[in-house]
Every structure is written in structure tokens, then in C-alpha cells.
């Protein structure tokens, strides 16, 4: 039987609300629509949107749902930039790509300063206190890393600001459903989320904005999101989301606890098993799903091979870079350019799995590194 442990890059739609999507099909009128059909899809648009804010301590008006953390990303920070001239930003060298790529094609538009991270995979705080300028727009900067799981320390970069006319935005993406996100506790002005990693469908998301921030609109059309973002809502899919995090929200100890103990379990069982690895960044600073580990002893690109032939589906890191067999930005950004950024795999865990699961991985990483080493 299969084993997925690539919970940071998808998780499965829960079939639950995969049952409340079919059984809402009915209700599919346009919400901008006057007639009855319409009125019944604007309140349940609504409805969804009450139950997300409630969630992240927003009000509605500060919801804006998108097609996912993807667009959310890019909705903050090309809306920034838009409304400056030349504006400097500053975020780190560990974003995940939709962060990044986009603040590099926006280098004629932008001046952007890029923090790194140290050996624990946490930003350095005290080259963040340096870089902040009286023209510093953005400080972007994710809660939860998605290669490592390191959390990084938003409550000291929101006191850090405290001083400076600086937007703080956050990527939650890997942090909902894991640990609290309350945009007032965390200080954001803006944050993303995406509803497929937390049991909900893809090409869904949400980017909260603070009713103090003004941003000019990504996509332009109709009047819908309050004219921050034209197009037709995707009704179904929002409802989806919301219930996704209300779960995730209601579940957020028991599953944690859970992903926590498979991790504990599968670093205790893989150390027995004299199956040499490090752990890259600060286990005691990580959330509970994700680790990532170094093995000196062979490429990543090799492992996960052999490790998908046992059916066991692993990544190197982001899902968005998997396919290109680069070298991790993140761990090179930690480590350097060394050999670590390329013998390292991500291993994320969720509630759904077993202990067995735990034991088939790390006896067929014995086994692939048993035959290595003949």
C-alpha cells in the first residue's frame, strides 16, 4: 500500500466537505445576480466569508478570496508596489517561489533587500533592524518555512516595525491549522492562505487585508471582492475553504499533537535504525508536521526515486521546484552551497497517517541505505 508523506505540498480533500461541494451544486447562481438564484449564492458567499474572518480575528470586509495563496501572494505585494514609487521592500532568501519570483520580476519597480536565514533555518532579526529604511514599504516574510517547518519569529520582526510606516505581510500557508493565526495578534496588515493545504480543494485562497491598507486591484472586471479582484466568485470552493479552516481550526490541537508524535517517532525509529542524518534547522523551532533531513550519504534525486519505486511519495522541498531537481534555495541560504541544499528531502507528516506508516518509511530507508553502502 502507498505512502504519501507530502502533506506540505497537497493535502487530500476531506471527504466531508467534498460531500457538502456535491450536495451545494444546486445552489450555483451567480452572487452578483438580482434574481433569487443569485441572492441565495451572494449569501452564502457571505456567510463563508463571516466564517473565515471569525477565524483569522478579521471583519468581513477584510477578506478578499482568490484562486489561491498563489495570487494572494501577488496580490500584496505587486498592490504595494503599485502604489509606490520605487518603494523599498524587504524579505528573506527562504520564501517560497511565489513570493520571490515575483519580487524579482518587479526589480525595476522596486528596491528589494533579501534577508537570509541562519544554520536553524530562523531569519536573522538583527540584519532585519539594519535593512528597515524611512522608505521601507513591505517587510513580506512567511510564519511557517515550507521546506523545513522552522517557524520564524513574527513577533519580534511585528515589534521590530513598530517604529516604521512598513506593511508587515505574512505567508500563513504552512501555519494554519497548526498553530494559532490571529492577524491582530501577529500584527499583519496583509496574509495568505491557501485552502489545499488544509483538506480543502485546490485553486482556492484568501488574502487578508486590513481595512487600513489600500491596494490597487491585480485583476481588474467586475465590481466583486469590493473591487479588489474582478471575476466571478467561485462559490462552491469558498464555502469549501471556509469549512476546510473551521476544521482545521476546531482540530488544530488533535491533529498537531498527532503529526507531532509520528515525527518524534519517525526521528527515534530512524535514529535506532543507524541510518545516518541530520536535521536541517531547529527541530525544537518547527511546527509539527513538517522535518527536513540531510543524508550525506546520497542525492535526494536518487532517494526519492528509489523510495517512490517502494511507493512511498516524498519530496525534496517546495512542490512548485520538486519537478526541477535544483538545489533548495532555502537550505542553500542556511548552509551555503554545499552539498547539504542537495541531499536533503522533506518529510511532512498529517493526522491521517499511522505508525506503521512510520516504520514502512525507515525500514526502506535502511533498506536503500544498506545496498548503498555494500
Not at 529604511?133 to 518555512?145: F, G, H
Not at 491521517?352 to 553502502?373: G, Q
Request: hydrophobic share 40%; aromatic share 6%.
Amino acid at each position: 500500500m502507498a505512502i504519501y508523506a507530502d502533506y506540505a505540498a497537497t493535502t487530500p480533500v476531506d471527504k466531508e466537505i467534498l460531500k457538502m461541494v456535491i450536495d451545494g451544486a444546486d445552489a450555483f447562481g451567480n452572487p452578483s445576480s438580482i434574481h433569487k438564484a443569485g441572492k441565495l449564492a451572494k449569501a452564502n458567499l457571505e456567510k463563508s466569508r463571516r466564517d473565515v474572518a471569525s477565524l483569522l480575528n478579521a471583519s468581513p470586509a477584510e477578506i478578499i478570496f482568490t484562486s489561491g495563496a498563489t495570487e494572494a501572494n501577488n496580490m500584496a505585494i505587486r498592490g504595494v508596489v503599485k502604489r509606490h514609487h520605487r518603494p523599498h521592500i524587504i524579505t528573506t532568501e527562504i520564501e517560497h517561489a511565489s513570493v520571490l519570483n515575483t519580487f524579482k520580476s518587479l526589480t525595476a519597480d522596486a528596491d528589494v533587500t533579501y534577508l537570509p536565514a541562519g544554520e536553524n533555518g530562523v531569519v536573522d532579526t538583527t540584519a532585519l533592524r539594519s535593512a528597515l529604511r524611512e522608505d521601507t514599504a513591505l517587510v513580506s516574510i512567511m510564519l511557517v518555512n515550507n521546506e523545513t517547518g522552522v517557524m520564524q519569529p513574527i513577533y519580534e520582526i511585528r515589534e521590530i516595525l513598530a517604529g516604521y510606516d512598513a506593511l508587515l505581510h505574512i505567508d500563513a500557508v504552512q501555519a494554519f491549522g497548526h498553530m494559532a493565526v490571529d492577524v491582530k495578534d501577529l500584527g499583519a496588515d496583509l496574509l495568505s492562505l491557501s485552502a489545499h493545504k488544509i483538506y480543502g480543494p485546490k485553486g482556492i485562497g484568501l488574502l487578508y487585508k486590513s481595512k487600513d491598507v489600500r491596494l490597487d486591484p491585480m485583476i481588474t472586471g467586475g465590481s466583486q471582492e469590493r473591487d479588489a479582484r474582478g471575476g466571478t466568485e467561485n462559490g462552491l470552493w469558498i464555502q469549501a475553504m471556509a469549512e476546510a479552516m473551521k476544521r482545521a481550526s476546531d482540530e488544530s490541537t488533535r491533529r498537531s499533537l498527532k503529526e507531532m508524535q509520528l515525527k518524534e517517532r519517525f526521528l527515534n525509529t530512524l535514529t535506532v535504525a543507524e541510518v545516518p542524518f541530520e536535521v536541517n534547522g531547529d527541530v525544537n523551532q518547527s511546527a509539527s508536521h513538517i522535518i527536513n533531513l540531510y543524508f550525506p550519504w546520497s542525492q535526494a534525486e536518487f532517494l526519492l526515486t528509489a523510495l517512490d519505486m517502494a511507493d512511498i511519495y516524498l519530496s525534496a522541498g517546495s512542490a512548485c521546484h520538486a519537478g526541477t531537481l535544483e538545489p533548495s534555495h532555502v537550505l542553500e541560504s542556511m548552509y551555503g552551497k554545499a552539498e547539504r541544499s542537495t541531499k536533503s528531502i522533506r518529510f511532512s507528516f498529517s493526522y491521517l497517517m499511522t505508525d506503521e506508516d512510520i516504520e514502512h518509511i525507515v525500514e526502506a530507508l535502511k533498506d536503500i541505505y544498506e545496498r548503498l553502502m555494500k
